[in-house]
């Protein structure tokens, strides 16, 4: 299995379809850190459906990774707007990020990466996940984050460049277990396991 720390969330875009979006579809993008390929079997991302609920929202994960790669997962979108994914998973009737609270996700969200495929029940305001979390990533007041530390919330502003997306620094190699300090928005550039 998947040992915290090998693979992390290295970016995160919540506006698949919306009016105005860069892509069709929301996405996570996974990273692999390590000089050698993991396989995804037995992990999954989770999310819920507002900043403060328990993570119940569940997308089993498949496939590996190759090492100092990219694996995009391809998520449920709110309209018609944008371009299509080139992901390296598509699962079947996938969820939004936020589910039906896409409204609010620039505001608040948060997104799990944890051992096992059952929905993990735990994160409600702010109570953390105690068992099985290889990384997590929350962002404007949602109410929780690794370090305590949300990542920024989205702009929408045109005049500030469309960064509706968020992406862990150092090409995905930062992680200092600080959300605000790991993550910045930007304007939505996913990479999968062709990106060189």
């Not at 919330?153 to 200092?176: I, M, P």
């Amino acid at each position: 299995g998947v040992i915290k720390g090998q693979i992390v969330i290295s970016g995160v875009y919540p506006f698949g379809g919306r009016t105005g979006s860069k892509f069709k579809s929301d996405y996570v993008e996974l990273f692999n850190k390590t000089q050698k390929e993991v396989d995804l079997k037995g992990t999954s991302l989770q999310f819920s459906t507002t900043a403060t609920t328990n993570f119940t929202v569940v997308v089993p994960l498949e496939g590996k990774v190759g090492a100092g790669e990219y694996y995009l997962v391809e998520l449920g979108s709110s309209g018609a707007a944008g371009d299509e994914l080139e992901a390296d998973l598509t699962p079947t009737a996938p969820p939004m990020i936020g589910e039906n609270n896409t409204g609010n996700v620039r505001a608040a969200g948060k997104v799990l990466f944890i051992s096992g495929d059952k929905a993990a029940n735990c994160g409600q305001n702010g109570k953390a996940c105690a068992t099985g979390v290889l990384d997590l990533v929350g962002w404007g007041t949602a109410s929780q984050s690794e370090g305590g530390n949300s990542a920024a919330a989205f702009s929408e502003d045109a005049a500030d460049g469309d960064k509706r997306s968020l992406v862990r620094a150092g090409k995905g190699c930062t992680d200092s277990d600080n959300n605000a300090k790991d993550f910045a928005a930007a304007v939505p550039a996913p990479r999968n396991s062709k990106t060189d």
